[in-house]
């Protein structure tokens, strides 16, 4: 579904996407794993076209993403942002409706209320959340909302950016479930950034880790213990000491 072949891309003398190559099978779950800086989030935003690569090229579904219409092309997305990023003044119904409120996918307001509170209700959430702010949720409900406007439109391809972030670990079990649930039952291809690797066994079934701007390894969840690569074995370990360099 998502190919990039040679993918560079520097911001002044920072060189942050060095020749990234990454194949995303069609209704599969991928994971980017990798330190704070190394790309993870460039590499989104340079399949979204976002950020335009100084050289290489991005297909989605087989199509070259700089040939595509803007609006049908991102039509096909949905995205769970880290901090939800739900907006403040809005309800939580309309949060969750935003993209069929307005542009190509516009709802009637009646239709699109009914869109919300159907897909709160598939992350788990009650009817009468809809007319709540943000403000009046927990982190984990907040993420959850973020879950169903991500998936109100019913794209082929969602990304979430670190989903698990400031949670709990019951919270993150959740989620995760959701996730997993979600790409399974909508055959959904999905793109997770993340440094929770419980999440990562949790919802991936091929992995990617991107290091120094290059995706170092990359193969299904249940190899990835037994990679050979010491940068991911220090990575999924979490130790200190080992080809990857820490501030001390």
Do not use: C
């Not at 920072?14 to 190559?21: D, F, H, I, K, S």
């Not at 869109?115 to 409900?141: Q, T």
């Not at 193969?219 to 990575?235: C, I, L, N, W």
């Amino acid at each position: 579904m998502i190919t990039l072949d040679n993918v560079h891309k520097t911001f002044g003398t920072n060189a942050v996407l060095q020749g990234v190559n990454l194949r995303v099978p069609k209704a599969s779950s991928m994971v980017v794993i990798g330190g704070s800086g190394t790309g993870k989030s460039v590499l989104i935003k340079s399949v979204l076209g976002l950020v335009t690569p100084d050289s290489g090229t991005i297909t989605v579904d087989g199509q070259d993403i700089t040939t595509t219409d803007r609006d049908a092309f991102l039509a096909r997305f949905g995205m769970l942002f880290q901090g939800a990023a739900l907006f403040d003044s809005l309800p939580v119904w309309q949060n969750v409706a935003f993209r069929l409120l307005r542009g190509s996918l516009k709802r009637p307001k009646p239709e699109a209320r009914d869109i919300a509170i159907d897909k709160l209700r598939r992350v788990g959430l009650a009817a009468d959340v809809a007319d709540r702010l943000p403000a009046e949720l927990s982190g984990g409900m907040q993420k959850r909302v973020g879950l169903a406007r991500a998936i109100a439109a019913n794209p082929e391809i969602i990304f979430f950016d670190e989903p698990t972030t400031g949670l709990d670990p019951i919270m993150s079990s959740v989620i995760n479930d959701l996730i997993r649930e979600i790409v399974t039952e909508m055959g959904v291809t999905a793109i997770t950034i993340t440094h929770d690797m419980t999440s990562v066994r949790a919802i991936a079934d091929n992995v990617a880790m991107l290091h120094a701007g290059k995706i170092r390894w990359t193969g299904p969840v249940e190899e990835m213990t037994e990679a050979g690569d010491p940068y991911v074995d220090q990575f999924i370990n979490g130790r200190a000491n080992g080809p990857i360099e820490t501030v001390r």
